[in-house]
């Protein structure tokens, strides 16, 4: 049953990148894999990905995160703040806390999958 849902999911996710690129020109293809090398290269850093690791589970204040990462305050928000950029996290204030939840299960969703593939190969 489990293969069968991945069959499914690859397909549906195949069928919605077809859809989305369909009437777009070679010009405005361009500017995808532009936005997309961007978007791999935020996620390129292993600290950011830890800070998904930490938030993927639920929304978490800075200083949990910072906890969780086992990193210093200041690299903890300086990758929180690219990762908000670039739109991956959200961001909310809540008097002087400051929490930070996934912004699309669609990313968390990939780096589990990669991380899944690369945890396989390590046996």
């Known amino acids: ?49 830890r800070i998904m690791y930490a938030v993927c589970s639920g929304e978490k204040s800075v200083s949990e995160v910072v906890e969780l990462c086992g990193s210093s305050q200041a690299n903890v928000s300086r990758h929180l703040a690219e990762l908000h950029k670039a739109g991956i996290l959200l961001r909310r204030k809540e008097g002087i806390t400051v929490f930070y939840s996934i912004a699309d299960n669609a990313t968390v969703e990939m780096c589990q999958t990669v991380c899944a593939k690369i945890a396989e190969s390590l046996h």
Request: no cysteine.
């Open 1 to 49: 049953m489990r293969i069968y849902a991945y069959i499914i999911k690859a397909m549906n996710i195949k069928a919605k990148v077809k859809k989305a690129t369909k009437d777009l020109s070679p010009k405005e293809m361009e500017k995808v894999f532009t936005r997309v090398a961007q978007y791999f290269t935020v996620l390129s850093e292993p600290s950011r990905l």
